[in-house]
């Protein structure tokens, strides 16, 4: 089930992955998982980032997270308006 959902989200599991599923919010530090990744793929260079998450439609600080992190082409980002 897991290898499907996350197929459905785009995340291809045919490397090692780092994910993130939380509310996008700054309390939840998005970018720290940005950096850290950065910093363990210099050593595991086929490394994947996945960000999955729900955006708060009453939060605009939320909304933020999504663009901090920089161009990552090999990295998932995903999200949805409600948590369900």
Do not use: I
Request: some cysteine; hydrophobic content about 40%.
């Amino acid at each position: 089930m897991a290898n499907r959902l996350l197929g459905w989200l785009g995340v291809e599991l045919d490397a090692p992955l780092v994910t993130q599923v939380s509310r996008f919010d700054p309390w939840k530090d998005q970018p720290g998982v940005v950096e850290a990744y950065r910093m363990v793929k210099e050593e595991v260079p086929t490394l994947k980032l996945a960000l999955v998450g729900f955006m708060a439609l009453d939060d605009p600080e939320g909304w933020g997270c999504t663009g901090r992190s920089g161009t990552l082409p090999e990295a998932t980002l995903t999200w949805t308006s409600s948590p369900t």
